[in-house]
C-alpha cells in the first residue's frame, strides 16, 4: 500500500487517526500540523485513542510519533497496547518513541518550574526522528503540581504555541471531572478547550447495568464535521466509533440473484427466493417457527458450498443444532466441514454496539456469506433500547456493503395482541423482505400461519398459508378456505373428509346412472333393431306385394294381348274364307 501523508478534505489538510468511523465523523482526520484536545472520565479510551493516532501515522502516513506519558509508565503502556494486537516494540524508536514524563509519587517539589527543559528535550528528538505526530497524555496532572491557575495557564499556553511553531499534529488528553461532558465548564482547564483547533469529548457511562460508551466532536475549526454524539467501542483491535451513512459514501452493489430460503414453497411465494445480499427480517411470538426457518435457509446456504454463520440468543449452537433434526434439518456435518459456524450470544455481553462488533469481526473470521442472528430483538434489551436501532440500522449497511445475505429473526412479546405489528427494534421499514409467523386458533388447536408483509422487487405471493413442521422437513400447505374463513388443522381435515365423502358420495351415485342408463340404452338398441328388422320385413314383403302384382298386371296385359293376338288371327281367317 502507498503511504498517504494526510487526506485533504473541504480544503483542510487533516491526519487519519486509522479509527473506524472517527475519520468519516471529521471527514478525514484530525487537523494536520495543529492540536487536539482529547478529553475524557476515567476509562473512557483517551489513552488507546492517542496510541492507536499514533501507531498509525507511524506505521501508514510515515509520520514517526512521540508519545509523552505523564500518568503511565511506558513500559506498561506498550504491554497493554499488545492485547489490541498491535506490536509497538516493533516501531521503537525509529518510528515511536515513549518519553516517561510522570512525576514520582515521592517527589518534594521546591519551588516553580516550567515544561521549557522538557519540550527542548522533545525538540530534539522531532529532529532527529523527523516527528510528524505528538502526543501528550493526562498533561493534566504536571499541571496539576504548579501554584496557581495563571501558572496552569501560562505553560498550557506555551505548549500550544510550541506545537503550532513546529508544524506537528498534537494530541493532548486531560481528564474530565468524572463520567460527563462537562468538562468546559467545571474543569480546572477547560479554558484548553477554546484555544485548540479540535475537540473532542469522550463519555463513558452506565445505563441500567450496561456499559455506554459515547464520543462526540465538540469543535473542529475549518472544516465540517458531525456534531452528534456517536457510540463507540474499545474493540479487539482497537477503538471503533459507530457512524450512520454519511451524505457522498459509495452505495453497496445490488444482486438480481435469487437464493434459496430452504423451503422451496416460500421460494415459490417470494418469485424464486430472497435477493442475494438481502436483509430478510422473520417476526413472530414464541414457537412460530423463526429458528426453524432461519436453520432451513442456512442449511441451503451450506448445501451451495456457502460459509454461512448462525448466532443464537437464546440457546446453545448444540441445541439447535438438535433441535432442527427433529424437523428434518442437519446442519451437524455442515459445522464439522466447516462451511457453519454456530456462535452462542449468550457468551456476549455488554451493550449493543459491542454485540455488532463482535459479529462482525466473527463473520470476518468466517468468511461467512450468509448471516443468521436469532433473535435480533435481543439487542432492545434493558439498558440498549435507545442506541439498538441505530445498532440493527448499521447492522444491515455493513451486510449490505460486504454482500452477506441476512436474516434476522424476532421475537414479538406473546401476552400482546396477535397482529402484524413492527419488532421492537423497528426494524421493519429497513428490511428487504419481512415474513410474519403467528399462531391460528380453531376448535381448541393452535396452528402456525406464514404470510409475506413486503418483499422489496418481489412480485410475492399475499396469501396466508399454514406452516407444516413435520420429521420429513418444512413446508407451506396451499390456503384453503370455507365460507370466507381459512381453516388449518384439524378443522381442515375434518372439512376436507367430509368433502371427500360428498364427493365419493357423489361419485358413486353418478356411475350408478351411468349403469342405469347404460342398460335403458342397450334395451334401446334391442328394440331398434327390432324394429328395424321387422321394418324391413315388411319392406321385402311390401316389395314382394309390389312385385307380384306387377307380375301378375304384366301377365294379365300379356294374356290380353295374346288373346287378341289370337282373336285378330282368327277373324282373318274367317274372312278369307269367305271371301273364297
Known sequence: MTPVRFAKVEGAAKAPTGIAGLDEITGGGLPLGRTTLVVGG???GKTILALQFLMHGAKHCEEPGIFVAF??????????????????????????????????????????????GMLAILEVKIKEMGAGRIVFDALDIVLGLLPDPAARRQEIYRLHQWLLAHGITGMITAKSGGDTTDYGNGAPFGFMQFMVDCSVILNHSVVLGVSQRNLRVQKYRGSVFDENESPFLIAPHGLEVAVARTLGRTDANVSSERISS???RLDTMLGGGYYRGSSVLITGFPGTAKTTLSGAFCEAACQRGERSMFVSFD??????????????????????????????ARTISGSAETYLVRIKMMAQQHGARCL????VSTLSKSGNEHTAHSVAERLIDWTKSEGISLVCTSLL??????????????ISTLADTWIHLNYLVQAGERNRGMSIIKSRGTAHSNQVRELILSDKGVTLADTYTAGG???????????????????????????LKRVMLDAEEAELEVRLKSLQTEL?????????????????EREQTTGRKRISELRGADAAVGDEKQSS
Open 485 to 511: 374463513e381459512v381453516l388449518m388443522g384439524t378443522m381442515r381435515w375434518e372439512k376436507e373428509s367430509a368433502e371427500r365423502l360428498a364427493n365419493e358420495e357423489t361419485e358413486v351415485a353418478e356411475k
Open 315 to 344: 440457546s446453545d449452537g448444540t441445541e439447535v443444532v438438535r433441535n432442527l433434526e427433529s424437523v428434518g434439518i442437519r446442519l451437524g456435518p455442515y459445522i464439522e466441514s466447516g462451511h457453519l459456524r454456530m456462535v452462542s
Open 413 to 426: 412479546d406473546e401476552m400482546s395482541d396477535q397482529n402484524e405489528g413492527g419488532s421492537p427494534l423497528q
Open 71 to 116: 500518568e503511565e509508565a511506558s513500559s506498561r503502556i506498550v504491554a497493554n497496547a499488545a492485547s489490541f494486537g498491535w506490536d509497538l516494540e516493533q516501531l521503537l524508536p525509529e518510528k515511536l518513541f515513549f518519553l516517561d514524563a510522570q512525576p514520582m509519587p515521592d517527589m518534594l517539589q521546591v519551588g516553580n518550574f516550567d515544561l521549557i
Open 42 to 44: 476515567p476509562g473512557s
Open 372 to 375: 443468521v442472528i436469532d433473535p
Open 262 to 264: 430452504g423451503v422451496t
Open 536 to 552: 324391413i320385413a315388411k319392406q321385402v314383403e311390401k316389395a314382394l306385394l309390389s312385385h307380384t302384382v306387377e307380375s301378375r
